[in-house]
């Protein structure tokens, strides 16, 4: 489903312009369609249904309650990777039941807050990390389900800050080690495994690395199954499904679950899977006012008045999104300029040497694929309140979180006695 679509020469999310919402609701705002979200979901359920599995949407990529109980509603697990997410889910209405906890470094607290309301497995990044799920779940007198997070070693040719199944990552426990911490694991008293785990990075375009990190680790799960023959359920195969920006061609749904079905089958385990730019990505924008135009000798900038502190994937990685006027019309004379917001900070910016309609001041621009990692990535940096969100099903929209205010900017800060 393509959400966002002109129709008379105004930009649509599926039944309503966002020129309506901009009106209402003021910019920076980020729009997301709840049809395509539910759909890339649908898409890769349906993909995989010869397949005994469950999604579980990466709350990273967007953690908005909405989209979180969108999701649960259609029937998703979690990937969570701090007790905060696991909040969010709990108090969209997700199932616990259904959550896998990732990351290199939960707290105690965390995994007992974890425990208390039952995830379905932790996924282990170290053997420290193991010794401590194993003494809180003892202290609480239980038993942690666990899942080694396995290294392959498996190059997924994606930007360098978001490959993490290659030898030198902080992530996981390599293939060659991880087999001696399964044995360490199966002797401790407060744990139980539960399935073995690999996520090699995100933005990944091609199937061939998941079906070489998959093959690499077969023998290891027969050996892991060797060691808890009874509780061994899961494979669990993590995210990364590329979503396209530009010009990518990334596998489908139903292309990625041909290439990695004939592997994952033979396993006879659940199959998790822990996607989070491929349901959201493409199911938001950012949409932005432009301020001003401003000319320099050698070049055009056109200042809007969303910031990277809204959107900071171009600067931090030098991602590309599209930017697109909100109104056709604007659309036909093109400039090339640079897209920049307020922010004092050259690094400050949503596209460079772009080739754009030749919008005006206040003119509405809508920066696409800002689904994931956009709203969750914001900062308040130059003390700049956070955009709103809104939703929306076919013609139907409503807020869902609203701007801050710069009221929010200092709630939360005092200042010393010694200073009143
Ligand atoms: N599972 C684990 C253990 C992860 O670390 C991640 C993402 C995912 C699943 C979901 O990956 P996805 O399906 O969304 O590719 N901020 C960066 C992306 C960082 C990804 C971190 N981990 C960006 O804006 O591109």
Redo the contacts with the bound molecule.
């Keep these: 489903m393509n959400a966002f679509q002109y129709r008379r020469g105004e930009l649509h999310c599926e039944g309503v312009p966002l020129r309506r919402l901009a009106e209402e609701f003021g910019t920076p705002l980020y729009v997301y369609s709840q049809g395509h979200i539910a759909g890339q979901y649908g898409d890769l359920h349906k993909a995989l249904r010869s397949l005994d599995h469950l999604i579980c949407f990466?709350v990273?990529?967007n953690s908005n309650l909405a989209v979180l109980r969108a999701l649960a509603e259609a029937g998703t697990g979690f990937?969570i990777?701090s007790g905060g997410e696991l909040y969010r889910v709990a108090q969209a209405g997700g199932d616990p039941r259904k959550c896998v906890f990732?990351?290199v470094g939960k707290t105690r607290d965390e995994i007992e807050y974890a425990l208390k309301l039952g995830i379905y497995m932790f996924?282990v990044e170290s053997e420290p990390e193991l010794r401590r799920i194993s003494e809180v779940a003892r202290c609480m007198g239980r038993r942690a389900p666990i899942a080694i997070?396995v290294n392959p070693g498996v190059d997924p040719d994606t930007?360098h800050?978001?490959s993490?199944g290659k030898h030198e990552s902080k992530?996981g426990i390599s293939l060659r080690e991880a087999l001696d911490v399964y044995r360490q694991a199966a002797r401790l008293d407060g744990i139980k495994i539960r399935g073995v785990q690999m996520?090699i990075?995100?933005?990944?375009t091609k199937t061939a690395p998941f079906v070489l990190a998959i093959r690499k680790l077969l023998r290891l799960i027969e050996q892991v199954r060797g060691i808890a023959p009874r509780t061994l359920q899961s494979f669990d195969m993590?995210?990364?499904?590329?979503i396209r920006y530009r010009d990518e061609r990334p596998p489908t749904a139903v292309e990625f679950a041909r290439a990695v079905m004939p592997h994952l089958k033979a396993m006879g385990l659940r199959i998790l899977l822990?996607?989070?730019?491929?349901i959201v990505?493409n199911g938001g924008v950012l949409v932005t006012r432009v301020v001003h135009i401003k000319r320099t000798p050698v070049k055009r900038f056109v200042i809007v008045d969303a910031a990277m502190n809204d959107l900071i994937?171009p600067s931090?990685?030098g991602?590309y999104h599209e930017i697109i006027p909100v109104t056709a019309k604007a659309a036909r004379r093109k400039i090339t300029a640079d897209v920049v917001g307020p922010v004092c900070e050259s690094g400050d910016f949503l596209a460079q040497e772009r080739r754009l309609a030749a919008v005006g001041e206040n003119a509405l621009l809508a920066v696409m694929s800002a689904g994931?990692?956009g709203m969750v990535?914001a900062s308040n940096y130059n003390a700049r309140p956070r955009p709103a969100e809104v939703m929306v099903k076919g013609s139907r929209y409503e807020l869902v979180r609203r701007r801050e205010s710069v009221k929010d900017l200092v709630s939360g800060e005092t200042i010393p006695s010694w200073l009143m």
């Design positions: 990466a990273k990529a990937d990777v990732s990351g996924n997070r930007h800050y978001i993490t992530f996520h990075g995100s933005q990944i993590g995210g990364g499904l590329g822990e996607p989070g730019r491929f990505g994937r931090l990685y991602s994931a990692y990535m």
